[in-house]
């Protein structure tokens, strides 16, 4: 059982930055895919980015492209998630997640579905 704990959510004016950390438990985490996703209140959840666990290769929302920036280091057992130029409909709480199954395709790591273990989540408010 893999524990996923996420940290560094809060409250930033638009404009600003916030840098997500995931933490987990166990070492075999750097054989899993990590992905983040988040949810804002009355909409399903939403994929944001996501990073393999072998060649670093990152899938991203077209919504995110170009702010957000996923990272991971195996040595710590930590996934990142360095958010920039944030805007108001970012407003979310923000999961990371595991997917122990390696998928050819990148379409899986975009569908919550695919994970296995989830955080708890971190709240990310951006004001206007």
């Known amino acids: 059982q893999v524990q996923l704990v996420e940290s560094g959510g809060g409250l930033v004016q638009a404009g600003g930055s916030l840098r997500l950390s995931c933490a987990a438990s166990e070492r075999t985490f750097r054989s899993y895919a990590m992905g983040w996703f988040r949810q804002a209140p009355g909409k399903e959840r939403e994929f944001v980015e996501a990073i393999s666990w072998n060649d670093g290769h990152i899938y991203y929302a077209d919504s995110v492209k170009g702010r957000f920036t996923i990272s991971r280091d195996n040595a710590k057992n930590t996934v990142a998630l360095q958010m920039n130029s944030l805007k108001p409909e970012d407003t979310a709480v923000y999961y990371c997640?595991?997917?122990?199954?390696?998928?050819?395709?990148?379409?899986?790591?975009?569908?919550?579905?695919?994970?296995?273990?989830w955080g708890q989540g971190t709240q990310v408010t951006v004001s206007s």
């Open positions: 997640a595991a997917a122990t199954t390696y998928y050819s395709s990148g379409y899986y790591y975009r569908i919550p579905v695919s994970y296995d273990y």
